[in-house]
């Protein structure tokens, strides 16, 4: 089962022609489930769906409850944000949770949980969008225990791990990210674990998903750092949803438009026990 998360950076830059090049990447990585973040809606048209239909997937979509600081920065007052799952399955029940935040950052970022039927099991998966300010650790503290919360209210008695993707905008030894995952500091929700997939990677694979190679990371003047993640609960009987694979993805220019600021995370997890 290919699992892909990606930050698709809403209508911000040339996003009509990045548009084209996010659907050419999405194309060529033939994934099963997506999480996306940033994903717009405008005019009757949502990117998700726009997608889904090009690409043969079933789609939710969450938007942003506080958009306005958002058209703020693009001088457009109707245009939507929110989360979205792309699903190669059936999505056959969905929930959103609103990320609590202070007033002075609370922009309306969420998690999006999608229950798929896949073949043999069904999927608990989910797609978060984490305060992005550098200060704010703390707060995303706040959000992770929450999404912890989320994701333990709604993996239900499927054999298949929870899936959680997203762009959380924290470094893998940050506070919030060990928070999520349970297993470098106390869990969220006890007894709750949630694998970063990353931990499979080679070890001199590329990481950073906000990477200054990307001209659009390079105008900010920031560091390159891997603040988008796949994180997936302990494997089930004989292996179930195991990582197999983890690399980077999309993390370059498409006929010479770079499709985002952010690269994809891309796992291979296991469809089936061992010996099935």
């Known amino acids: 089962m290919r699992i892909v998360t990606w930050n698709l950076w809403w209508r911000f830059g040339p996003w009509q022609a990045r548009q084209k090049a996010v659907l050419t990447a999405l194309r060529e990585l033939e994934p099963d489930v997506v999480g996306l973040q940033e994903v717009w809606a405008a005019d009757g048209e949502n990117l998700a769906e726009w997608l889904a239909s090009e690409l043969g997937l079933h789609w939710v979509w969450a938007a942003s409850p506080v958009p306005e600081r958002w ?15 792309l699903s190669r399955w059936p999505v056959v029940a969905r929930d959103v949770l609103p990320l609590p935040a ?8 969420l998690a999006l949980h999608a229950r798929i039927a896949a073949p043999g099991h069904e999927v608990p998966f989910f797609t978060a969008h984490l305060t992005s300010a550098v200060h704010a650790s703390a707060v995303r503290c706040r959000q992770v225990t929450a999404l912890a919360g989320f994701v333990a209210r709604h993996r239900g008695d499927t054999a298949f791990p929870p899936v959680v993707t997203g762009d959380l905008n924290a470094w893998p030894d940050s506070d ?38 990307n001209p659009y990371v390079a105008a900010t003047h920031e560091p390159s750092a891997r603040i988008d993640y796949i994180h997936v609960g302990l494997p089930g009987p004989g292996g179930l949803g195991r990582v197999r694979e983890v690399r980077r993805a999309c993390d370059g220019p498409v006929d010479g438009v770079w499709p985002s600021d952010h690269a994809a995370v891309v796992a291979d997890l296991a469809e089936r026990a061992d010996g099935a």
């Open 71 to 85: 058209r703020a920065r693009i001088g457009d007052p109707s245009a939507d944000i929110g989360n979205a799952v």
């Open 102 to 109: 202070p007033a002075d950052l609370d922009d309306g970022r």
């Open 176 to 213: 919030e990210v060990r928070l999520l995952g349970g297993y470098k500091t106390a869990p969220a929700v006890p007894g709750q674990v949630l694998l970063d997939a990353w931990e499979y990677a080679a070890p001199a694979a590329p990481a950073a998903t906000w990477d200054a190679a």
